[in-house]
């Protein structure tokens, strides 16, 4: 293994790109540390969804130092329920965008894996898509409005539509436990004729995802959700505009998830998700003549929470391989224009690495790109083997295999396999971090200290170098920087905050590899 790093050391810059491919798929047994336990990965990657869960917990809770929270959620403001759902990360705020993706990406990752999971492992993965579900169906469950946000301001349109729960600045100057929260747990809605594209749109394509996902074992909520999600898409389209414009939404969101690349992207993503969830040739319709308007050639190798152009090519891709339909080819050109570009050796190659091989974009919370992009890799292979086809890169072509064994790479460096020897999964493996940036982890439990701990109280275990006292298992934090330099560094919130769409793609990724380890 050291040499391995010593002599990318010694390389230049430009070339260790190239040279970290070479070895990984010429020399793969030196560069890995040994085989990775993707089972459990796959066990622990679930069960870290307990540990943000926000509502009434169920009395098969696996995550025990986890307590009832945000019990109070939508009251004060529109005298309705809207608890349940997903902190989004180590903070106590619930973001409908970013929940929305988390779930649209877990239902992806049953849709494309699960029949590779265990059957107790399916069905912990459905149990965390529902608990997600659930609480967008209450968002939505106005006509004419969404909630996006637990946090402040009145509503008076003709309906609303919820993105935040609670006031995101309020909880990021507090270090308190969910149980203990006493910020305002503002919600902010978004009425009509006010836009919300973005979100509306994520939250029609988690909705559709799901109802995929739960068809074959509960085709009732199957069908919920497709009928919501018909209904909310309608409000994304007719609706057209960014949720952030919103001046009672806009403080709430921004600078945490604002819409920075646009609302386009997620009208194509949540039209292709309804198209494959129901069919209905009006969704094909409406991807087939939008693409160009709604700027599908755009931003093409991007994929995450806020950009869903790469995802939203692959997916449709599929219809394209699969059903020969040269009115969506545009969408597969695209596809394999984003593969290529993760190929080092490719004329077309611009991701970077980092010298141990992580695939790596500035910004912080670099494992999000990794993750969702070892996803996109491994579901293209797929649709490229059954259809035995490969992507023409220029100068060379690119199989299955190899989209396969980048997607492993990625996966094999987040589990250990990186110049730290650290697994960045909690949990996993026999070293990994220990002060991750997350309120419940690294405050004592109610079990342990049953005593109230307030706002700034909690600033005493913030500051302390003691590992976290409740181990978040399964949560991947943001991960090392483009040296793959990690410090355990609770305060360095890029590096040492997990988020939930970090882990969601994560899901399906393991899920292959589990059942495909070699």
Same mark, same amino acid.
């Given at each position: 293994?050291?040499?391995?790093?010593?002599?990318?050391?010694? /390389?230049?810059?430009?070339?260790?790109?190239?040279?970290?491919?070479?070895?990984? /798929?010429?020399?793969?047994?030196?560069?890995?540390? +040994?085989?990775?336990?993707?089972?459990?990965?796959?066990?622990?990657?679930?069960?870290?969804?307990?540990?943000?869960?926000?509502?009434?917990?169920?009395?098969?809770?696996?995550?025990?130092?986890?307590?009832?929270?945000?019990?109070?959620?939508?009251?004060?403001?529109?005298?309705?329920?809207?608890?349940? +759902?997903?902190?989004?990360?180590?903070?106590?705020?619930?973001?409908?965008?970013?929940?929305?993706?988390?779930?649209?990406?877990?239902?992806?990752?049953?849709?494309?894996?699960?029949?590779? @999971?265990?059957?107790?492992?399916?069905?912990? =993965?459905?149990?965390?898509?529902?608990?997600?579900?659930?609480?967008?169906?209450?968002?939505?469950?106005?006509?004419?409005?969404?909630?996006?946000?637990?946090?402040?301001?009145?509503?008076?349109?003709?309906?609303?539509?919820?993105?935040?729960?609670?006031?995101?600045?309020?909880?990021?100057?507090?270090?308190?436990?969910?149980?203990?929260?006493?910020?305002?747990?503002?919600?902010?809605?978004?009425?009509?004729? $006010?836009?919300?594209?973005?979100?509306?749109?994520?939250?029609?394509?988690?909705? =559709?995802?799901?109802? @995929?996902?739960?068809?074959?074992?509960?085709?009732?909520?199957?069908?919920?959700?497709?009928?919501?999600?018909?209904?909310?898409?309608?409000?994304?389209?007719?609706?057209?505009?960014?949720?952030?414009?919103?001046?009672?939404?806009?403080?709430?969101?921004?600078?945490?998830?604002?819409?920075?690349?646009?609302?386009?992207?997620?009208?194509?993503?949540?039209?292709?998700?309804?198209?494959?969830?129901?069919?209905?040739?009006? *969704?094909?319709?409406?991807?087939?003549?939008?693409?160009?308007?709604?700027?599908?050639?755009?931003?093409?190798?991007?994929?995450?929470?806020?950009?869903?152009?790469?995802?939203?090519?692959?997916?449709?891709?599929?219809?394209?391989?699969?059903?020969? @339909?040269?009115?969506?080819?545009?969408?597969?050109?695209?596809?394999?224009?984003?593969?290529?570009?993760?190929?080092?050796?490719?004329?077309?190659?611009?991701?970077? *690495?980092?010298?141990?091989?992580?695939?790596?974009?500035?910004?912080?919370?670099?494992?999000?790109?990794?993750?969702?992009?070892?996803?996109?890799?491994?579901? *293209?292979?797929?649709?490229?083997?059954?259809?035995?086809?490969?992507?023409?890169?220029?100068?060379?072509?690119?199989?299955?295999?190899?989209?396969?064994?980048?997607?492993?790479?990625?996966?094999?460096?987040?589990?250990?396999?990186?110049?730290?020897?650290?697994?960045? @999964?909690?949990?996993? +493996?026999?070293?990994?971090?220990?002060?991750?940036?997350?309120?419940?982890?690294?405050?004592?439990?109610?079990?342990?200290?049953?005593?109230?701990?307030?706002?700034?109280?909690?600033?005493?275990?913030?500051?302390?170098?003691?590992? $976290?006292?409740?181990?978040?298992?399964? =949560?991947?934090?943001?991960?090392?920087?483009?040296?793959?330099?990690?410090?355990?560094?609770?305060?360095?919130?890029?590096?040492?905050?997990?988020?939930?769409?970090?882990?969601?793609?994560?899901? +399906?990724?393991?899920?292959?590899?589990?059942?495909?380890?070699?």
């Amino acid at each position: 293994m050291k040499f391995h790093y010593v002599l990318l050391s010694l /390389l230049h810059h430009h070339h260790r790109q190239q040279f970290f491919l070479f070895v990984s /798929l010429v020399f793969s047994p030196l560069v890995r540390c +040994g085989h990775h336990d993707y089972s459990d990965a796959l066990s622990k990657s679930i069960l870290f969804f307990e540990g943000q869960r926000s509502g009434v917990l169920p009395r098969d809770q696996r995550m025990k130092w986890r307590e009832d929270s945000g019990l109070s959620d939508g009251r004060s403001m529109y005298n309705m329920d809207l608890t349940g +759902g997903y902190f989004d990360a180590g903070d106590n705020v619930k973001f409908g965008f970013p929940m929305a993706f988390t779930t649209t990406m877990l239902a992806w990752s049953v849709i494309e894996f699960g029949e590779l @999971m265990p059957p107790s492992e399916l069905r912990n =993965a459905l149990v965390a898509i529902r608990w997600g579900t659930d609480y967008l169906l209450k968002t939505v469950s106005q006509p004419n409005r969404i909630f996006v946000q637990c946090s402040a301001s009145s509503s008076n349109g003709n309906g609303p539509f919820i993105s935040v729960v609670g006031d995101p600045y309020k909880d990021h100057n507090c270090w308190e436990r969910p149980e203990d929260m006493d910020t305002a747990r503002t919600v902010y809605a978004v009425d009509a004729p $006010n836009p919300a594209s973005e979100v509306a749109a994520e939250t029609a394509a988690a909705l =559709a995802a799901s109802s @995929m996902a739960f068809r074959s074992v509960d085709p009732g909520y199957a069908q919920t959700l497709l009928r919501n999600s018909v209904r909310v898409f309608q409000y994304a389209d007719n609706f057209r505009g960014a949720y952030s414009d919103n001046s009672n939404v806009r403080d709430g969101a921004c600078p945490f998830y604002c819409d920075f690349s646009g609302y386009q992207d997620e009208l194509l993503w949540g039209a292709a998700w309804l198209r494959r969830a129901s069919q209905d040739n009006s *969704y094909l319709n409406y991807i087939e003549i939008n693409g160009k308007t709604l700027g599908a050639d755009d931003n093409i190798n991007e994929f995450g929470w806020d950009n869903k152009h790469a995802g939203l090519n692959v997916l449709v891709s599929k219809e394209a391989l699969e059903g020969n @339909m040269y009115s969506l080819q545009s969408y597969k050109v695209s596809a394999d224009s984003f593969m290529c570009t993760l190929i080092p050796d490719s004329s077309s190659s611009h991701i970077d *690495y980092t010298p141990g091989g992580l695939i790596y974009k500035p910004g912080g919370s670099n494992l999000q790109h990794a993750t969702t992009i070892s996803f996109l890799l491994l579901v *293209y292979a797929n649709y490229l083997d059954r259809t035995s086809q490969t992507v023409n890169c220029g100068n060379l072509i690119a199989s299955p295999l190899s989209l396969r064994t980048i997607a492993k790479n990625q996966a094999d460096y987040i589990l250990g396999d990186n110049p730290k020897g650290l697994s960045y @999964m909690v949990g996993y +493996g026999n070293r990994f971090p220990q002060r991750i940036h997350h309120r419940g982890s690294s405050l004592p439990s109610v079990k342990d200290h049953p005593q109230f701990i307030a706002c700034k109280e909690g600033s005493t275990y913030f500051n302390s170098t003691n590992p $976290n006292p409740n181990v978040l298992v399964g =949560a991947i934090v943001g991960g090392p920087g483009e040296d793959d330099v990690y410090d355990d560094d609770r305060a360095d919130f890029r590096k040492s905050e997990p988020t939930t769409y970090i882990n969601a793609p994560f899901v +399906g990724v393991l899920a292959y590899f589990a059942a495909n380890p070699n």
